[in-house]
């Protein structure tokens, strides 16, 4: 299933009016604070978020999972739901897959296909947190920081393997996330682990072609464990500096402790030029995996700040980085929720585009804490949907990606093509 | 000091046209919702949020305090600084006073100074956390909890002392919050502990004047603590429901534990006809007494969404519920933290209003758990502040206070009268 | 596979002359204390920990579970693994069933197994978190609290059937836990959630035979959760107390937020006469299911110091309460962990059966806070190993669970006869 | 005042007997695992912790301090305060200075003073984090990260004169703390707050005599903040890998996320050289600064796991780090307080001591998860308070030093000597 042009200009015409309505009267207020709010709308259509081949089916939790219907059972019809993503708000123009749930087995089509709906592949996922079927090895007690060197040298093969693929299709990283770790004190040395893992990454790094980045991502905890190889973003770091400069440290949102302050983690990383990009996400008690925005906005619009201050200081675009949604969807429409997740992400960032950050300057410089505040929440406050909707709709995407998504009937059409009861493959 | 009405409204005057303008843009765009801008202003006009008499200087930590200037030296002088806050915002028509710190030696002189600035006396506050001068016996191993009788009455006394002073003022309430409780395993009976406290609370109960209240205030921890007495909810209302129907749970924002579901406990409490009202503040890791608004808006925006959501149910208008800011202001201005308090819980009250509450109920009655999140949102992302100016214009306060403050050089006026090292009693 | 009694005297016989070198060394220690050593092992010999028929096999995490082999297949094989724990510790006289994973089909037949290794069924566990094959309608937006009536009379179907295979067993409760609550803010109204659920409880309650008990349990969250219909302690109490004397809480260690004063809300829930038992587990970030004691073994001993005391101040003994292990066993072996758990279970038990109760009320009375520290302290840092070792001698059992189930190859037994991939019905 | 050894040693007569029977049994019980109960006795007693010239008075939160009586009015009596507890238990033989606190006016008196009680002087500590009076430039702000470099100047001179001071009395460290930070979003610009800290600890780090270290300590939060400059280990390693190899992080047990496994940071950082030592205390909710061990007593032995195995691998012994506590005493007589602090480090030092890290590692290598608990928890379970108490009879000490200090009526003796209502300097 394909969602064609006329359909989204169609109903974009429907909207058109009150939209100009609300897009000239935000431009003038802009306008009046100094803003140029056709500037930032170009910076909104440039921004692209990859959405992961694992996110397209509902997910579950330890208890089970509330299979829904449609869903992709295959590569081909996992792109095929991100090329509808795409086509509804333009800014969801990569997938990053997931090795190997979702091996491609003819590269060329694979790629023909996702050219076709203007998508381009992202970094490539190894998977040594679960055993395959036929898996020689286990990893029930680690992978890259097993005590065992054959283990280890599996999960090494396995990500090499994953590189192979990501290079078929053109990917120029490789995102290693590991569950390993221990569930009990005493479980495991947490000196050796952390030196097998370092041998283990090294071996992958030494396969990384020339102009390929690793994303080393860290996890505060599961569920069921004591503790993780890789914990925080220190640790994640100390592995970057002793791999070398193509090694970089993935923040995922949802993987640290409680209270944890991201957006000086991220402002830190930016400054140590070792920011791989964002895992996307939302939580409320631990790594929940929510829709991005819906539970704490105004820590991912402090985070953009962030992201903004740091690509000017560094003189990057937002390509510059690997912008991803990792997110479990159990009780909604997963693409329904990823068009929420993405809606998120770009509101957060227009805000902080809007931030007078040369105001900001001053403001800190004389200490005067309370105009710092206004100055944020006068970005934060201001409705900047229209500034989305203008990206959207100059991109050739859609004023109302959801509401466009229900008119047109997508899941059911998914589900006559596709059966009611398919699950994807994934978690 | 006092700012008198010709300032606001020559000020104002300046800001008008450029507010009418968002005003009535604000005001159409609701209206295609179907929803009445006016009616929100009056309803939004009727919130008053009571400033409480401890607030109103420069807090500090365990470290020390870094004073500010101009700080308001006697009770008149606190209500004096209210009386700027109320002309300001016509928001803040109530302060709450804390005994002993804020006696008043001549309740007559003090109830017409109030008056002549518009403001009302909200529930009085005793104190048992701290020993007094000259007092006789000590509050370190507790007050109404403590394992000796003779503690426990000396505490009992000084909050029926506390109600004769509230009366005296016209104040209809008492708000208790105890820091009892300790900082060690084994220190404590919890079980004996608890029933001390109840004992002294059925005495205290007992010398309410018939229409009062006693608001019973929770606390889950403090620095250097192991328990404190009434650690959540669920034992105030288990103390509330032994004490009868003059006793209410007084929720204070920053007394939980880390990601709380502080809103589901409100909806809870006013479904059992058992809130009493609120403390507002923010925080990102402990009881911060942060300014409202200022870390989780969207949360402060969920907790009134279930305020609004009860009152309806209940039948009952704002003033049915004891609102105010419980803040420490260390680094701001005391006046301009305060305002930016008001304003932030306006804002969330103005979005809570504006939500779509019907269309919201079928669309949980359906499980549209996505509608029902962009409902939510579509609330929260709506720029209000048109709607709060129109109700602070409408009752005769500033359309922009902290900049009147600033061009009035308020504090700078109140440094000129009393001095640039006066410190407020209190914290 | 049963372990034979003459088995197990054999292998006691070889470690009785260090035993009792230990035990004799430990009761002369407590008897200069004025503590009777042989008192407090026929104490231990009457606490009785049931074990959850979902708990024999291994368990997983929502990326997967990583099985380990001879486990049960079959209630029958279930009941078998509670024998061999039984035979080895004396200490696990009970199994508590889940429906439907444990449905038994000639309850005569599984009375009698149970009976010939001495066991008994504690209270049944309904499951209306999960779909079943073939069920009618599905619990993905909840049971007991669903907006649908159809949805919650299913549940309640479910469980009264549940206590109906209950009655067949000999159960004395009905034990509840539901997964429901929801992802995310909007999406459900959470007091008509609250007033489902008490409606359906209530039907739930009339059904309860005479010498019934319901246990309300609460947990504060679940992973991809905004929030549970039974949050905390005080919302499991508000039930109970609408439901009736029938109705008691049941508390999980790891179904609580950060940092939580469990102990607290033991004495508590025993001041109020509503404890019904416990689900014992540790957790070092979540509600992570590991075995008893591995993390945080002194608030084990905390809350038994609690438990002790309330047991005495209700003139109850520990069969007056329902003691149960709920954990994951996911990296060991389960039967290995569960006697690892119930020996951290004694453990603090005996640790608090030795505390000098009678000197700390009298420390307690003068705030002597440096003495009641060290009175628990000195009864945490005994080690009371012997003490239980002796009881399980006393009641049959081996002196050394683990090593005896080594030695005979318990796990090697049961492979052989059920098989390398068996996988255990449950989580 | 000071503690005659004769006293010492007429008071261990008493509890020889009992004593010598205790510590025969262990010695046995050890000796039969392979452990040399001797050698642990010898190591043990090369063990001293430092105590903080703050931690000698009663401490207080922010709503007020309860003071003790007979509390060190100068640095004279706190040294000799520190010399008392020394006496007693020969395990505090240091003392670390606070700054301006405790300015040393005749060094070699103090010298001479420390020496006759057996005392040396440790790390110094600068306070940047209050004002002082008639101080030029206010840390209201932050100091080594202010906006305006001659605040930081100001906050670098001060930490130069520190090491002046250290360096009259024979310290050998600078330990720094900030509390730089702030207090809400947009207060700060992460970036420039880093490097402006780096720059100033550069000057401090030039300063450095030859032979010194300058430890830097993070903290997560404070109360009232939202950022802290040096967050977290992974900050201050970085700090320290840019100043260069006499930097070391310190690290205090409160200075947490809830949560964190400290025990896993402790190994990375002693596996990176880079551990300075430590600042025991413990806590339940945030920085609670109680007794050490009175709270998580197991998560003190974990540590002190990595720390042995740390010392073992680096080839280094207990003197290489810095040991201190840091502890504020609200409710206890602070020196009694302390002396249970020192015993609790010293039996988890023990219980660490006794492991058999040779079978452990083997269980680790196997992945034998049940046996590698075990390892640990029969290690944790021994009652190893016998051989603390053999260490301190052989150095000296009291069997049994609370005791001791109680019969001798030390705290009566200091407040006959120093008046009731002394108030130490310090927080």
Known sequence: MKIEQYRIDQHNEGLLGKHNNQFIFLKEQLGEQGIDANAIVKTLQAFQVAIPSWALGTGGTRFGRFSGAGEPGSLEEKIEDVGILHALNRSSGSI???????????????????????LKFDAVNSNTFQDQKNQELSYKYGSLSHVDPKVRKQAVDHNIEVI????ELGSKALSIWLSDGSCFPGQSNF?????????????????????WKVFVEYKAYEPNFYS??????????????????????????????PNANIEQIVATLMMEGRLAGFHFNDSKYGDDDLTVGSIRPYMLFLIFVELVEGMKRAGKGSDG????IDASHNVKDPLEDLLQSVEAILLSYAQALILDSKKLEIARGENDVVLAQQ?????????????????????GGSLDPIGLFRDLKVRNGLIAERGLVTVATGL
């Open 375 to 395: 100055l944020l929440q006068n970005a934060f406050r201001t409705d900047v949907r229209p500034l989305v909707r203008e990206a959207m709709l100059h991109s």
């Open 228 to 257: 993780t190889v890789i914990q925080d973003w220190g640790s994640s770091l100390l592995f970057c500096q002793k791999l070398g400069p193509k090694a970089d440290v993935l923040v995922d949102l949802g993987h640290h402790l």
């Open 191 to 211: 000196v050796k682990s952390f030196q097998n893992t370092l041998e283990s990454l090294q071996e992958i790094y030494a396969a990384l072609p020339e102009d």
């Open 321 to 324: 980085f690997a912008w991803m």
């Open 164 to 167: 192979k693929y990501g290079k």
């Open 96 to 118: 990053s897959l997931h090795i190997p749930w979702d091996i491609p087995k003819d590269a060329d089509a694979i790629i023909q296909l996702a050219s076709s709906l203007d």
